[in-house]
Every structure is written in C-alpha cells, then in structure tokens.
C-alpha cells in the first residue's frame, strides 16, 4: 500500500498549495506561487508526493 501513501501526501500538499495561492495573495500578482491558486495547487501536488516517496 505504498501508493495510498504517496496519495495522501499529495492530497495535503495539494490543500496547502491551495491555502497559500488562496489566502497568500500577492498585490502585484508577480508572485507565481500566491497570485495563483492553481499553479500553487499543482506544486503543493508535487512536493507532497515527492516527500511522502522516500528511499
């Protein structure tokens, strides 16, 4: 059941990446990550998956 792991970290990582887009607006919308909450959705996907993969 590795997978279910590697689903559950992407599942939080893709609920933190869309709190900070959402919430963390940037005024000037320069900022990728905070001006826009999909593009901090899908990184948040990545990075969770990433860091719950291990060895």
């Known amino acids: 059941m590795p997978y279910m792991k590697i689903l559950l970290g992407a599942a939080i990582g893709g609920a ?4 900070v887009g959402y919430f ?14 999909i593009i901090s959705t ?4 990545l990075v969770g998956a990433l ?5």
């Open 51 to 55: 860091l719950t993969m291990g060895k």
């Open 42 to 45: 899908i990184l948040g996907v």
């Open 16 to 19: 933190i990446g869309f709190a």
């Open 24 to 37: 963390g607006k940037c005024a000037s919308g320069a900022c990728p990550l905070t001006s826009n909450p």
